[in-house]
């Protein structure tokens, strides 16, 4: 699938190479056989992807979100290779939701074995026009949401005996600032920071936390508001990444089944970043400045 940009030399491979086709799985067959993946927001885009890959595998899923008709789309892609899953609602800004979620999973699968934390809010818009309900609502969700599920999760974990791990879903720009993402940086640098935090505190009780950074993944499910910021397209974005593509949204579910798989078991409180090298600086001079404001529409 790799296309000539017209970038580089005549001859030479253009970036790096597509990854093998969907529909392979990159761990031995039966990896996750009898383990239970909660997945939040595994229902749309880069969750409902890696439910496949952990469902290909053997894991029984939970997707863990508020929405019905995301709910439908997480267990048909589960169930489109066979896999099985249920379906909770929650709303991972309540504790209690949370806690009731867990019970579902319980009680349906049994002890849950690995946590994905993949849900999240965000919005484009300048800070000075972020109003305190945006602020909180995406802080709710991404920082004390991914701290409270993690902690149900890992609670649950010692009292049954039984080794566990948690996968937080980061973004690159929580270093370096995010212009236009004040709200959805600093939650996300709190969670990188809980990554490690807690793969420390939990490592005793056979619990571990990593973190996975994803580049640009494009998917059917990117809300209006995340579209509006590039009106050429997702896939139009392989020109402003090393790699000359865009990532795949399958490669990124093989990178999260090694993370929580017993492969890795002697990894802990890492970050994995998985994004043709898109987060690193072209070269020495910065593009010419050009303030948010005037990038991004002010919201009313
Ligand atoms: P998405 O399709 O918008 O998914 C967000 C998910 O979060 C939805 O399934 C939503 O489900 C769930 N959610 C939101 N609020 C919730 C709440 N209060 N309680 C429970 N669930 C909630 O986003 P995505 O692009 O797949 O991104 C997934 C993760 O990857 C995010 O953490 C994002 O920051 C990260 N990421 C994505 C990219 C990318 O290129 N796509 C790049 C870097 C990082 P419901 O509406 O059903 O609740």
Not at 23 to 33: E, F, I, K, N
Request: net charge negative; charged share 15%; aromatic share 6%.
């Amino acid at each position: 699938m790799s296309a000539d940009h017209g970038i580089g030399d005549a001859g030479r491979i253009p970036g790096l190479p597509e990854p093998p086709v969907l529909g392979q799985a990159m761990l031995p067959p039966g990896t996750y056989q009898g383990k239970v993946v909660l997945i939040t927001g595994g229902g749309t885009g880069l969750g409902k992807a890696m439910a496949v890959e952990f469902a290909r595998l053997g894991a029984s899923i939970v997707i863990a979100s508020r929405d019905p008709a995301h709910h439908a789309a997480g267990l048909a892609a589960v169930n489109a290779v066979g896999g099985q899953a249920i379906a909770v609602g929650v709303d991972i800004r309540s504790t209690e939701q949370i806690a009731a979620a867990f019970d579902a999973a319980e009680q349906h699968f049994g002890t849950v074995d690995v946590l994905v934390n993949n849900a999240a809010g965000n919005f484009p818009v300048a800070a000075e026009n972020l109003s305190p309900n945006g602020w909180r609502a995406v802080v709710d969700i991404v920082l004390n949401g991914d701290f409270f599920c993690s902690q149900e999760f890992a609670r649950r974990c010692v009292a049954a005996g039984r080794p566990g791990a948690i996968l937080n879903i980061l973004v690159a720009y929580m270093h370096g600032g995010a212009p236009g993402h004040a709200h959805s940086a600093a939650a996300k640098a709190g969670v990188a920071s809980l990554t490690e935090t807690l793969a420390v505190e939990w490592a005793p009780d056979g619990i571990r936390v990593n973190a996975l950074t994803p580049g640009l993944f494009p998917h059917e499910d990117h809300t209006q508001d995340m579209r509006s910021q590039r009106p050429e397209g997702y896939e139009a974005e392989w020109k402003r990444i090393p790699a000359l593509r865009v990532g795949r949204v399958h490669e990124l579910g093989w990178a999260a089944t090694y993370l929580c798989s017993p492969y890795a078991a002697y990894l802990t409180g890492h970050n994995f970043v998985l994004d043709g090298a898109e987060h690193l600086r072209r070269g020495l001079r910065m593009p010419e400045f050009v303030p948010i404001r005037d990038q991004i529409p002010r919201r009313t």
